[in-house]
């Protein structure tokens, strides 16, 4: 009898199985190079002939086989079935898999992915809202095709009317002081996504993407750098003015930033120190050593090995401390005119932090950036993606109505994101966020999901850690690069916006909006009596 | 929908006026109501134009307390009118038991009080007056300052002015100044406060029209002004807006279309005031409306002011003549009280402008 083996990976606990119909197969090897994970390969197995004829009682046949190893497993992305000319192999999500369990029996570490949470246990309560205060007879709806409609939010500082420090001069209003700088942007940010974390066809094309959008289709969007820096030539480029440059606590890209600043011809569209993402809140980034490649070490200044940004900046005596002087540096470095702002993950602890940036006297906060649980990652420990972090929608609402309490919403606006758009509704999703208080809204996985990602929130893929990104897209392996159609991203982002424009429009025609509807709440509505309860909107069934 | 009108002249004139006015845009009524605020008054109240006039109408039991208050805090009564009241059987009304409308004189410990102490006075005695009413559904304070009076009722509009006996012209009760809408609030609950003119301090203002932003300008509101309170209608914000604005911030009236529907931002850019504008339109976008709106608004200066959404998706329209100056939701109404006016000059204003009727009774037409 043979010998079973338990004690060790078997295919039965990978989460994905290679189904694959050796009848289809004309082995052309298309499959084996497709793979970037190496979970398959060509091989050549032994079988019985039945053939009385033959002389000989066995034969060789050429087979594709599943490679099973902690390293190198299917990860379902499905690049095999897609170049297979004949559809001879396919992955199979395996419901019995206990892969991360045996990884972490035989590796005695943390199992790392990238991507997303892939637990969804709590339902999405963006989908359970709906767009309830619809127009009609005396407050008519608007045109969305005819009427004008001002899709713009302030990002920056706004002070209260009476602290403009406004004075009349025959009839007119005069400044007498210099004020915050504000700047007027398209309520959908490029999230912050470094170089490094994507590949530099995916980074190029969304500052290209950035910059038609702001040039030809007169959409002010902005994109915000990611810590990772940012290619000299562009920070000197008039192209800068549309970037939001990161800073968070590795510093990563700042050197070169730096050195390039008085070379600049034109103020970056604002300053974002990250604090916290919300994907992995209370981890720092992480950019394992397989994806610092050659470009990503000049630009940040770094060896090849894994960057850690720290969980927290660190200062001297607090962290409150070294924040406050990071911001005043921030904005002291560009002679108070690009706005700064902050962003963190969404927790519990979010409407204290919003409170005391509302109450600081310095003004120094131009923005909060408030990261909701379901957001993505490059990389991050399963146990953080899946197990920590908040849910964006009721703590914008509580930053929003805690604003409103003080009488001091709008003061430093709110943009929210993490997991716009899972259910395929971007354009909703961020008209509701607004409705419940938020400026505007900023989105990574939107844009990764429109260049070509084919990874889920149920398991798929999700190995933007490895650097072997099977689209290209968080990957740093040349070959795998070059998958990626620079243009045709950029073109398909730039399609996507005027797209979530056109549908902007849809949803603020029959309320009656030609403005952004920030903190309509009344025009919204929920299914759902706890969410009615909890975001103060009305409950309709 | 609302019908609105403001009617100023160089003489003063009787409330019938007004109810001649919106008799012929009887269409937009729906015999819910009529309300209408008299300033720079004549008649019997002319020579009281500094002392405050308060207008109420209470049961016996609110008549009492406020009554009490106002005595407690220090007012004396120097003179009291009352309408005739005709309570034929069949009107259409539900009046209030008792209506006041009192000239007081200020407490002594105010006789050297500078005009903002005073003004502070009237305006805490006026919400103590409302809350202590509001609390046992006593009454309702209409107006509490000088040289205005303000009626509101529940009913036919027709029959509400023969109940007061507004039909007959009378020279006790005049002003040069009325506002006048025939109608309630339907919106809503049938509520009394709801119905247009609203007044503060000087400041009345009434809409046609629906204010779509009125969540946003009632949560920012709300922590803006004490005397902002009510919110009964979404109208009310914008006389608010035009408050805060004016008396609290002191900004020149030509910014209220800036606040309300500011410029979009590529219009702002291309003018030599765009940091002015650009920082009102971000500090103020919380009292910016949107919605059909048009508004008909008296400043403390006795002015009058009109002004638009920034669709322009309600009628108004101005006429006049060398004595008077009437602005209203539909012409045939001015074409009642000025028939022999040039029509020429009629002016129908844009949804980018401010329409100002000086005291001499000019009209000046602001472009946003």
């Avoid at chain 1, 902690?70 to 170049?83: S, T």
């Avoid at chain 1, 996507?496 to 429009?505: G, P, S």
Wanted: proline share 4%; glycine share 8%.
């Amino acid at each position: 009898m043979a010998s079973v083996r338990i004690n060790e990976l078997h295919k039965g606990d990978l989460p994905w199985i290679i189904e694959y119909d050796e009848s289809k197969c004309i082995q052309c090897g298309r499959c084996t190079a497709a793979c970037s994970f190496n979970a398959i390969y060509p091989a050549a197995e032994t079988r019985r002939t039945n053939s009385i004829a033959s002389k000989n009682k066995t034969e060789r046949v050429l087979v594709i086989k599943q490679n099973i190893s902690l390293e190198n497993y299917c990860r379902g992305c499905g690049m095999c079935a897609n170049v297979c000319p004949n559809g001879a192999i396919k992955a199979i999500r395996n419901k019995d898999d206990k892969y991360s369990v045996v990884y972490r029996a035989i590796k005695a570490d943390s199992f790392k992915k990238g991507g997303r949470s892939n637990l969804n246990t709590e339902g999405r309560t963006l989908d359970k809202i709906k767009v309830g205060r619809i127009s009609q007879m005396t407050d008519p709806s608007l045109d969305a095709q005819r009427h004008t409609f001002e899709l713009k939010t302030p990002f920056g500082r706004v002070l209260k009317a009476d602290k403009l420090n406004f004075d009349i001069r025959d009839g007119e209003i005069i400044e007498t002081a210099q004020l915050p700088p504000v700047r007027w942007i398209y309520p959908v940010i490029f999230g912050d996504m470094s170089i490094g974390a994507v590949s530099w066809r995916m980074w190029e094309a969304m500052a290209i993407a950035t910059a038609y959008l702001n040039e030809v289709m007169g959409i002010p969007i902005c994109m915000c750098t990611g810590e990772g820096g940012i290619p000299t030539k562009l920070l000197k480029s008039r192209y800068a003015k549309y970037m939001i440059l990161q800073i968070a606590s590795g510093h990563f890209g700042w050197n070169r930033i730096l050195k390039a600043m008085p070379d600049m011809t034109e103020d970056p569209a604002g300053i974002l120190i990250k604090i916290g993402q919300g994907a992995k809140p209370g981890d720092g980034g992480l950019l394992l050593a397989s994806k610092v490649a050659r470009y990503v070490q000049e630009i940040r200044g770094v060896p090849k090995a894994d960057l850690l940004s720290p969980p927290t900046h660190q200062g001297l005596y607090s962290i409150e401390e070294s924040v406050q002087k990071m911001f005043l540096s921030m904005n002291a470095a560009f002679k108070f005119k690009v706005p700064v702002a902050i962003k963190v993950a969404a927790s519990v602890t979010s409407v204290s932090v919003y409170n005391n940036l509302l109450r600081d006297p310095y003004n120094i906060v131009g923005g909060f950036f408030l990261d909701g649980l379901a957001a993505g990652t490059g990389a991050a420990h399963e146990i953080s993606l899946n197990h920590t972090g908040h849910p964006i929608t009721s703590k914008l609402r509580d930053c929003y109505l805690a604003a409103v309490h003080q009488g001091r919403q709008g003061e430093i606006p709110l943009f929210a994101g993490g997991g716009l758009g899972q259910s395929g509704s971007f354009a909703a999703d961020a008209f509701k966020l607004i409705c419940l208080g938020a400026n505007g809204v900023f989105t990574g996985r939107m844009l990764m999901e429109i260049a070509g990602c084919v990874g889920n929130d149920t398991g798929k893929c999700n190995a933007c850690n490895t650097g072997l990104c099977p689209a290209g897209i968080a990957a740093q392996n040349d070959n795998l690069v070059k998958r990626l159609d620079v243009d045709k991203v950029a073109q398909n982002l730039v399609n996507y916006i005027l797209a979530t424009d056109i549908e902007l429009k849809k949803l603020m025609a029959p309320i009656g909006c030609s403005t952004l509807p920030i903190g309509r709440s009344d025009a919204l509505i929920t299914v759902d009596k706890h969410i009615s309860n909890r975001l103060d909107i009305q409950y309709g069934c | 929908m609302c019908r609105i009108g403001a009617i100023k002249s160089k003489s003063k004139f009787h409330p019938s006026v007004a109810l001649k006015l919106m008799r012929s845009q009887q269409e937009g009524h729906d015999d819910s109501g009529f309300a209408f605020v008299m300033q720079d008054m004549g008649g019997i109240f002319e020579n009281y134009k500094d002392l405050p006039l308060l207008s109420m109408a209470a049961t016996v039991e609110g008549t009492r307390l406020a009554e009490d208050i106002l005595r407690e805090i220090g007012f004396s009564r120097v003179m009291q009118w009352s309408p005739n009241i005709n309570n034929r059987k069949g009107l259409k009304i539900e009046a209030m038991p008792n209506y006041i409308f009192e000239v007081l004189q200020y407490p002594k410990s105010y006789k050297h009080a500078t005009k903002q102490e005073k003004e502070e006075l009237l305006i805490d005695t006026s919400i103590r007056l409302r809350k202590t009413l509001d609390e046992i559904s006593a009454g309702f304070i209409y107006s509490f300052w000088p040289d205005t009076l303000t009626l509101k009722e529940i009913g036919s509009p027709r029959d509400i002015g023969t109940y007061f006996d507004l039909w007959e012209e009378n020279k006790d009760l005049t002003s040069s100044i009325i506002t006048a809408q025939c109608r309630q609030n339907t919106n809503y609950d049938i509520v009394r406060y709801a119905a247009h003119p609203f007044f503060l301090e000087g400041y009345t203002g009434l809409v046609n029209g629906e204010n779509t932003f009125y969540e946003k300008n009632k949560f920012y509101q709300q922590k803006l002004y004490k005397g902002y309170i009510g919110f009964e209608s979404d109208s009310q914000c914008l006389l608010y807006t035009l408050h805060y604005m004016n008396k609290i911030l002191k900004w020149p009236l030509k910014y209220f279309k800036h606040i309300i529907t500011p410029l979009e931002y590529d219009e702002i850019i291309k003018r030599e005031d765009k940091e002015i504008l650009l920082r009102i339109k971000a500090s103020l976008s919380h009292l910016e409306i949107n919605g059909p709106n048009t508004l008909l608004a008296v400043t403390p200066d006795k002015e009058l002011m009109c002004v638009c959404d920034s669709k322009k998706l309600r009628p108004v329209v101005i006429g006049r003549n060398e004595n008077t100056v009437i602005m209203t939701s539909e012409v045939e109404g001015i074409n009642d009280l000025l028939p022999n006016r040039d029509i020429t000059k009629d002016i129908y204003p844009n949804e980018r402008e401010t329409i100002i009727v000086r005291n001499d009774l000019t009209v000046e037409r602001w472009p946003q």
